[in-house]
């Protein structure tokens, strides 16, 4: 099972960009979350949440400047950026966890990317100063 992201591109700093999740039929992921990898550097959390109550998590980095949100009918998930920054730049993945937990998880599960059994190709995203 493979996540369809798209939607990256180049932006000028302050601008925006909207990524999109397509998860294929009859899959079902509990926690959905966006990564990120710039060259060089790790992969790292952006956002996540959870499906079925739609709570959100955030990176420090990007908190009050992305969104991210679901469509349950269309089994998709977006990333809503704004005011981006340089240091935005990167490939960003989505990821979904399709687990049954006996626990409701905290910010620190959502932010670890081996709890995610299924991932996108990912879709580059470059900005510009």
């Known amino acids: 099972v493979q996540l369809q992201a798209s939607g990256g591109g180049l932006a000028q700093a302050g601008g925006s960009l909207r990524l999109s999740c397509t998860a294929p039929?009859?899959?079902?992921?509990?926690?959905m979350a966006w990564f990120r990898q710039a060259p060089g550097k790790e992969r790292e959390f952006v956002a996540g949440?959870?499906?079925?109550?739609?709570?959100?998590y955030y990176a420090d980095s990007v908190k009050g400047r992305f969104t991210i949100s679901r469509d349950g009918v269309k089994n998709q998930m977006y990333l809503q950026m704004n005011d981006l920054k340089p240091e935005d730049t990167a490939a960003y993945y989505c990821?979904?966890?399709?687990?049954?937990?006996?626990?409701?998880?905290?910010?620190?599960?959502?932010?670890?990317?081996?709890?995610?059994?299924?991932w996108g190709q990912g879709t580059q995203v470059t900005v510009s100063s």
């Open positions: 949440l959870s499906w079925r109550n739609g709570r959100t």
């Open positions: 990821a979904g966890d399709s687990k049954t937990l006996g626990y409701v998880p905290n910010s620190n599960y959502y932010a670890k990317s081996a709890n995610y059994d299924y």
């Open positions: 039929e009859r899959t079902f992921n509990s926690r």
